[in-house]
């Protein structure tokens, strides 16, 4: 059977980020998307065939390049400290206390914050892996998932690069349900593990055809021993085979031209975490030039303890304004640039060509904008570049009401369809009070 989504607008969010009016988006049977286009040249459907009617936008889910969802637990703890301070006098005592049913609790909540705002899709670097999957897979959305590799007293490296080993060979690399989980390397950073780490993450990854997710050039500060011995954190990461793979390097803010360059090189994504850099006083990451050398370029939140929300939405617009503001040009990242990153340029950043976009043959991973809502007040006959920017600039995730992942509708009129949103509220404030004790 296929079903049918009918709107006004569909926004592929192809490489031209077009405007598909009067448009429909065909559902087949496994999850994927069979046509997307405009309805007078949809083929025919057939007997048994569904069709539903939407009377907004319509456009792929978003994708969360960066998150560390279950901190939802300490969101606004430390609000007002540098990232270091922050983490060491805040994060990392309160996460010493989680229980992996902790951590269960934290994803399950902000599983449903995303999906709630368009998220369909977050790469999660995070303790308790298990747990997280297992959250996800219960709220219907998409992960991209690590457990920290990291390099901390009661913490063993080799033993945790061991972990993903095994639990990739066993399940392999991705499983669930529409592939709802896909399985990767989390080195926390080039600060956190010695370099030899850093080569065996790489040749592991390699052999598995695995992403690596670290962290990269984040705070001026944290990796100056790694600058000084090896010029930079991209040189380091040149050195131990991690450019030779899939790599995702989230927020790199600071780079010079010869790390962009190798970035570029390697094919390499970034994930851009503008709302956390600026929280932290991290920096402002060089996107344009970034975007410039054709690296891959997605959005990310980073974690609801440093943002303090998971809405893509509002790094979709910090992006732009941002990249504006530090190369004094309003016209250096558009609204449909920003639209393509948080979307289409998440999937290339996180080197998968079946998410990002409404084409055939991606999984069926679809957002319903609906437009009662000031911010379309001047309707949908308006010319593109118009009703784009009523999306990016003014509307945000006010008006997400219904989600579908693999198909399947996830969210309708707004709340989850799988998870109870109060119940999974509930149970935080008890446990982060444990935390912060």
């Known amino acids: 059977m296929t079903k049918r989504l009918r709107s006004p607008v569909v926004l592929p969010v192809d490489p031209a980020c077009s405007v598909v009016r009067d448009g429909v988006v065909d559902i087949d049977d496994a999850g994927r998307i069979g046509y997307c286009g405009r309805q007078a040249d949809a083929p025919a459907l057939s007997d048994g065939d569904a069709t539903v009617d939407l009377p907004g936008i319509l456009l792929p889910g978003l994708i969360n390049a960066h998150a560390h969802s279950p901190m939802v637990l300490f969101r606004g703890m430390g609000g007002d400290l540098p990232l270091l301070r922050w983490l060491r006098e805040i994060i990392w005592p309160a996460e010493a206390k989680l229980r992996p049913e902790d951590v269960r609790a934290g994803m399950l909540l902000g599983s449903i914050e995303m999906l709630r705002r368009g998220i369909t899709t977050s790469a999660e670097m995070y303790t308790c892996p298990e747990q997280i999957a297992d959250a996800v897979l219960t709220t219907g959305a998409r992960t991209v998932l690590g457990g920290p590799i990291i390099d901390l ?228 006959d308006v010319p593109d570049d118009q009703l784009l920017a009523n999306l990016v600039w003014a509307a945000g995730s006010r008006r997400v009401t219904d989600v579908w992942v693999a198909g399947d509708h996830v969210v309708s009129e707004g709340e989850s369809t799988r998870a109870d949103r109060a119940a999974a509220q509930a149970g935080i404030a008890t446990t982060s009070a444990r935390l912060r004790g």
């Not at 007293?153 to 993903?164: C, E, K």
């Not at 790599?247 to 390499?268: C, K, N, P, T, Y």
């Open 153 to 380: 007293p009661g913490f063993d490296w080799r033993a945790m690069i061991a972990n993903t080993e095994r639990w990739i060979d066993t399940d392999g690399l991705r499983f669930g349900d529409g592939d709802r989980v896909e399985l990767s390397y989390a080195a926390h950073s080039a600060y956190m593990l010695p370099q030899e780490a850093l080569s065996l993450v790489a040749k592991s990854a390699s052999a598995r055809g695995a992403l690596v997710q670290i962290h990269v050039a984040e705070a001026a500060d944290e990796d100056a021993a790694q600058r000084a011995e090896h010029g930079s954190v991209p040189l380091l990461l040149e050195k131990t085979g991690l450019l030779e793979g899939r790599l995702l390097a989230a927020h790199a803010v600071h780079l010079s031209d010869e790390d962009i360059a190798l970035l570029a090189a390697g094919g390499a994504g970034v994930a851009h975490c503008p709302g956390s850099n600026a929280k932290l006083a991290s920096g402002i990451a060089r996107l344009a030039e970034l975007r410039a050398a054709k690296v891959r370029v997605g959005l990310g939140t980073d974690g609801p303890a440093s943002n303090d929300d998971l809405d893509l939405w509002e790094e979709i617009q910090l992006s732009a304004m941002l990249a504006r503001l530090a190369t004094q040009d309003s016209t250096v990242v558009t609204a449909a640039d920003a639209l393509t990153m948080a979307t289409r340029g998440g999937a290339d950043a996180l080197g998968r060509d079946d998410l990002g976009a409404l084409e055939q043959g991606r999984w069926a991973d679809i957002v319903h904008i609906d437009l009662d809502d000031p911010a379309f007040a001047t309707g949908l």
